[in-house]
């Protein structure tokens, strides 16, 4: 499968993103609103949203995506707020893959930490392994946040400022083998 990614959000990833969102049945109907809501926040109100993006599109269109942007009140940290790959794609590098992009980009600007968090249900045991495999630490957990018995986890990982500010992930292709 041979991917492109893109930062800028264009008003046709409403639909895509929402297709990513519903495909996992990982997300609620209010998290799927919010996903959209955050893309048109962006394509309303541009950078100064605060909202970041990364689409992996491939021939038959958007097929993942990750939403980030820097925390009100700090100096060099980041939210990840979605990570989101299309259910038929998962399984292929295209997260780890937007994750390590998402990484770059914010390292770019500037920022030193990430911040990812995701629910402690057994069904989120994939998202969570996924998270500390790329690099990520348990750094809190929030008991019954979301609901009874689903905590909130929280991660961090700690970013490496590139040497060449210059580079841009934008439109950065996918050369691992099978990808190109």
């Known amino acids: 499968?041979?991917?492109?990614?893109?930062?800028?959000?264009?008003?046709?990833?409403?639909?895509?993103?929402?297709?990513?969102?519903?495909?996992?049945?990982?997300?609620?109907?209010?998290?799927?609103?919010?996903?959209?809501?955050?893309?048109?926040?962006?394509?309303?109100?541009?950078?100064?949203?605060?909202?970041?993006?990364?689409f992996a599109e491939g021939k038959e269109g958007v097929v993942g995506y990750s939403c980030f942007g820097p925390i009100m009140g700090t100096i060099a940290s980041y939210d990840l707020y979605w990570l989101a790959v299309h259910d038929r794609c998962r399984g292929l590098g295209i997260g780890k893959?937007?994750?390590?992009?998402?990484?770059?980009?914010?390292?770019?600007r500037g920022g030193k930490r990430i911040y990812a968090d995701t629910a402690s249900r057994d069904q989120y045991a994939p998202t969570r392994a996924f998270y500390l495999a790329c690099?990520?630490?348990?750094e809190a957990r929030l008991i019954?946040?979301?609901?009874?018995?689903?905590?909130?986890?929280?991660?961090?990982?700690?970013?490496?400022i590139p040497e060449n500010p210059e580079v841009?992930?934008?439109?950065?292709k996918d050369t691992r083998p099978g990808f190109s």
């Not at 959000?9 to 109907?29: H, M």
């Not at 893959?97 to 770019?108: D, H, N, P, V």
């Open 1 to 54: 499968m041979s991917l492109t990614y893109r930062e800028e959000p264009e008003p046709s990833d409403l639909d895509w993103v929402r297709k990513i969102v519903e495909s996992t049945d990982f997300f609620t109907r209010e998290e799927r609103d919010i996903a959209l809501e955050l893309v048109e926040e962006r394509l309303t109100k541009g950078e100064k949203s605060g909202y970041l993006f990364l």
């Open 97 to 108: 893959i937007l994750l390590g992009l998402s990484e770059k980009a914010i390292a770019l």
């Open 135 to 138: 690099g990520y630490r348990e």
């Open 144 to 160: 019954d946040f979301y609901s009874p018995g689903d905590g909130k986890v929280i991660y961090v990982k700690e970013l490496e």
């Open 168 to 172: 841009s992930s934008q439109n950065e």
